[in-house]
């Protein structure tokens, strides 16, 4: 079956704009995840959503980051006023349910770079 | 806070060599343990992972053990192939909510 898919695969936008980055999880996965890897790094946790709510957003940086996931499936990353700092790898997982020992499909990425 | 400690890299190792990546962790409580991969060119996907204590995770010929008196999960393999050059990314999670990764380490093997 098909994977999580992310679009863009790049995007390139000027400091100070609005940018969304979009997320389809695997058919049926009801958590999702995004993650923000910068070069050399590790995947960083932004924000979890169980359905349609955002069950832990913890892992937001400031308030220019949003995200959403209406109708439980496809997830949009939203963040305004980009930085150059923002520039980073963008990665969305989905798992089955969300628990503790389930495991989490990666997506190719959106790569953002912030100019 | 939770976190994750792996060997820094890169390694770089001759086919059919002994590989070992230490990870170390920080946790409250009993988190789930990760190792994931990533090749070039594609996304992560989860290599192998553990639950408990004890526990051991293997695929692909890799194994790792958790190991609660120690804080570790290890990753081995006992004959490296040059399909295996990617980056492992240790991982925990206590709650299934936030994942935490450790920084990567680069493996190549060389024929």
């Known amino acids: 079956g098909a994977g999580v898919s992310q679009t863009p695969s790049n995007k390139v936008t000027e400091k100070g704009k609005y940018v969304e980055l979009r997320c389809d999880p695997i058919s049926g996965h009801t958590a999702l995840y995004w993650y923000r890897q910068s070069l050399g790094q590790g995947p960083e946790f932004l924000i979890y959503?169980?359905?349609?709510?955002?069950?832990?957003d913890s892992g937001l940086p400031n308030d220019r980051f949003f995200a959403v996931r209406p109708e439980g499936s496809v997830s949009t990353l939203k963040i305004q006023r980009t930085e150059r700092g923002d520039s980073a790898m963008y990665l969305c997982?989905?798992?089955?349910?969300?628990?503790?020992?389930?495991?989490?499909?990666f997506g190719p990425g959106t790569r953002l770079t912030v100019l | 806070g939770d976190s994750v400690t792996q060997m820094e890299g890169p390694v770089t190792l001759s086919e059919e060599a002994f590989l070992t990546i230490n990870c170390t962790y920080t946790?409250?409580?009993?988190?789930?343990l990760f190792w994931y991969v990533q090749y070039p060119g594609e996304g992560l996907q989860l290599l192998l992972k553990?639950?408990?204590?004890?526990d051991k995770g293997s695929n692909k010929g890799f194994e790792a053990t958790y190991r609660k008196e120690t804080t570790s999960f290890h990753l081995e393999k006992g004959s490296v192939q040059v399909s295996d050059s990617a980056v492992y990314f240790c991982a925990l999670t206590r709650t299934g909510n936030q994942f935490y990764f450790g920084t990567g380490t680069s493996l190549t093997v060389i024929p």
């Open positions: 553990a639950t408990k204590a004890d």
């Open positions: 997982a989905s798992s089955h349910s969300g628990g503790w020992t389930d495991t989490q499909y």
């Open positions: 946790a409250t409580g009993y988190p789930s």
């Open positions: 959503f169980q359905g349609t709510g955002a069950a832990d």
